[in-house]
């Protein structure tokens, strides 16, 4: 394995639920009839050479464009989504021969299950809506703990409501789930995954349908179950604002995704004062609260903003297309996020720059790209 899949590994040991190794997921892109029947199927490398560690009481904040693979690796990472190469485990136990049951199977596939969950961006289409909330609910207690007696259950679910502000609970969990708000609607969504006492939670865009004035008492919630059950929870946001908020809250880590790849990883309070990666730059540039100073300059740091076609990424670097500091060593050669990022709180960034004994200070800049005359001294 290279050491651009390491590069995104957390501290490793005995505290890692969920080790993704060298994680590749490509899928068949959607053509016309005639073009299925002319040409070969297209594939779609929504993920490419992914390797990540998720710890206990571990907090990742991933960011993109939409279409950079941020949701299909999420999915990977709580077993929903079969990867088409590399591994998966959870506890040292690979994940999907625990659901085909080959090999040697430690951990049931059942209770990977239950300890990998996640909470929809759209809530309200998550929940049945012929099914009161409390019916909701019950359900996985049913299949899951088929021993616990209705009192138990009703109890367990009664307080979770109560955990996170549905009072009284009675009255919400005999509601359906039109009579809810959006807010409401995504606790209910929050109690459910929490149900399961889960290690890790996949929160998928969980407030970017909300409002304003909700989002920040909703991460708040989030970040406060966090604590009190223990769980590790992965955040996939489009904005940074959303994920430094989040990350910096829990001392978590924030990972910025570029066409499958992790690009650049490390706390935030790091990653988006400094950031290393030029993709980084742009979508801090993107982000008015982040910081006003940003706003300064007219044009966004990018030279185009035309994102590659996925089925067949640029070679090299696959920012260097767009990169206004690419230069020709950028087109044959893929930087590596680098070695340290093993590190606990270390922070990397998958670009030559980073390196300045690089052959890219020597190369030719490419067209439209003003060459610095000498590597960048680093802010830290």
């Known amino acids: 394995m290279s050491d651009r899949t390491d590069a995104s590994r957390a501290t490793g040991g005995d505290d890692v639920v969920v080790s993704l190794d060298d994680v590749s997921v490509h899928f068949e892109k959607e053509q016309g009839f005639v073009d299925s029947i002319r040409n070969e199927p297209k594939r779609v490398r929504a993920v490419d050479g992914v390797s990540l560690d998720i710890e206990e009481n571990d907090v990742l904040a991933l960011v993109g464009e939409s279409g950079c693979g941020k949701t299909t690796l999420g999915k990977t990472i709580i077993g929903v989504q079969r990867p088409t190469d590399g591994t998966v485990t959870y506890r040292g136990q690979d994940v999907w021969d625990a659901k085909d049951g080959t090999g040697e199977v430690t951990v049931p596939h059942g209770d990977i299950r239950r300890a990998l969950q996640i909470i929809h961006q759209d809530p309200g289409a998550a929940l049945n809506p012929n099914r009161k909330v409390l019916t909701s609910l019950e359900a996985p207690l049913k299949r899951w703990n088929s021993d616990m007696s209705t009192e138990d259950r009703r109890a367990r679910i009664f307080a979770l409501l109560d955990r996170v502000g549905m009072d009284p609970p009675q009255d919400y969990a005999h509601r359906y789930p039109h009579q809810l708000s959006g807010g409401e609607q995504q606790r209910v969504a929050l109690v459910r995954a929490l149900l399961m006492n889960p290690d890790v939670i996949l929160a998928d865009e969980a407030v970017s349908a909300l409002d304003v004035s909700l989002r920040v008492e909703t991460m708040d919630l989030l970040l406060e179950l966090q604590r009190q059950f223990d769980t ?66 007219t044009d966004p740091p990018v030279r185009s903003i035309d994102i590659p076609d996925p089925v067949d990424p640029p070679s090299g670097c696959r920012f260097h297309t767009r990169c206004p500091e690419a230069r020709e060593v950028c087109r044959s050669e893929a930087p590596e996020l680098g070695e340290d990022a093993a590190q606990p709180g270390a922070r990397c960034a998958a670009c030559h720059r980073t390196d300045p004994n690089h052959e890219y200070w020597r190369s030719e800049p490419l067209d439209g790209v003003e060459a610095d005359s000498a590597p960048q001294e680093s802010d830290d």
């Open 232 to 297: 590790s929870f992965v955040f996939i946001s489009h904005t940074l604002s959303n994920a430094r908020y989040l990350a910096e809250k829990a001392g978590g880590r924030v990972g910025i995704m570029y066409l499958g790849e992790i690009v650049e990883i490390g706390p935030p309070q790091e990653v988006l004062r400094d950031p290393k990666h030029p993709y980084s730059k742009v979508l801090r540039w993107a982000t008015a609260d982040l910081d006003p100073s940003e706003r300064q300059m």
